[in-house]
């Protein structure tokens, strides 16, 4: 047997330090993703980067990614989520990464990538990690946490036991749109990085193991992609109007939107429209919809709070 210099030695402790939290077997993932007919062309797996957004962007820009293109980071040191707010997240206790896709149907239907990313993600993880999973429109995934009812959030309102577990950012790139996906998988308590945040281990999820729970959200989106391409984006037609609204923690509460130019709207979300957008009525009788590139913040304004502001997303 070979004695390794103590440098090397140190390398692979660093590595192996935690062995809860194994790296992802990137080949196996491969193996099992990335097959003829499939929808995934490509799957990289990268120690650490800025953003898995923003690095697979670039290659779609520069014409390097195809459809179908996957980009797993085990760090980010530069995660963004909407409005470029920043998150991040230690080593390999979550799942960051982001996808290529090049729709082919009418770009109006585009904005509807993120919803169908939260349905897709949002069922997977209830299949698999066998735990309560809900949406907060417009781009955050929330898990129920036991014990959490009572407990009160960081502006004094009582919690509902929901946290926020990931976040979802898409943003045009080349011809197509990459989708990013942040999820908090191991985290523990003294981890989070907001008081409203979660992740599966605290919702009790009965696997943490990162490689089923991303093979199984991939297929999930798959699925749901191809269904969406199939009914030409029509949200009705695929279901995904329907499924997104069965799902939405956000609808049936007062929610108070704040816009750009220091305005804002307060009213009882209702609907979610044919565009996407969350409906408001407000307490005149008049319904208002909003789209997520319209809002700043969307808050709850009464007891019941659909999780905080800052999600992940890579």
């Known amino acids: 047997m070979t004695t390794q210099p103590p440098e090397n030695q140190d390398k692979d402790a660093g590595r192996w330090s935690d062995l809860s939290r194994p790296p992802l077997n990137a080949t196996a993932l491969r193996r099992a993703l990335v097959r003829p007919g499939g929808l995934w062309t490509a799957l990289d797996v990268v120690p650490a980067t800025g953003s898995t957004n923003t690095d697979l962007a670039a290659r779609a820009a520069e014409g390097k990614a195809e459809e179908g293109a996957v ?50 993600t949002a069922t997977a993880l209830s299949r698999t990690a066998g735990i309560d999973t809900s949406l907060k429109w417009p781009n955050d995934i929330l898990v129920s946490c036991p014990g959490d009812a009572d407990v009160a959030g960081p502006d004094g309102t009582p919690g509902t036991g929901e946290r926020k577990v990931g976040g979802i950012l898409a943003e045009r790139a080349g011809s197509g749109v990459v989708i990013g996906i942040g999820l908090n998988v191991s985290l523990t308590a003294g981890e989070l990085p907001v008081p409203t945040a979660g992740s599966l281990a605290l919702a009790g999820a009965r696997t943490t193991d990162r490689d089923p729970l991303l093979r199984a959200v991939l297929r999930s989106l798959e699925e749901w992609y191809a269904t969406w391409q199939s009914a030409v984006g029509d949200p009705g037609a695929s279901r995904l109007q329907e499924t997104y609204a069965a799902g939405c923690a956000t609808l049936g509460r007062s929610v108070r939107a704040e816009l750009p130019g220091d305005t804002a709207l307060t009213g009882e979300a209702v609907a979610i429209d044919g565009d996407g957008r969350l409906v408001l009525a407000t307490a005149n009788g008049v319904r208002h919809p909003v789209g997520a590139g319209d809002i700043i913040h969307l808050r709850a304004t009464a007891s019941r709070r659909p999780g905080g502001d800052d999600s992940p997303a890579p």
């Open 71 to 120: 980009l797993v980071a085990e760090e980010q040191s530069a995660g963004r989520g909407r409005l470029n707010r920043s998150w991040s997240a230690p080593p390999r206790s979550g799942l960051f990464f982001s996808v290529y896709l090049t729709p082919r149907v009418p770009a109006q239907r585009w904005g509807w990538l993120p919803l169908l990313t939260g349905v897709a």
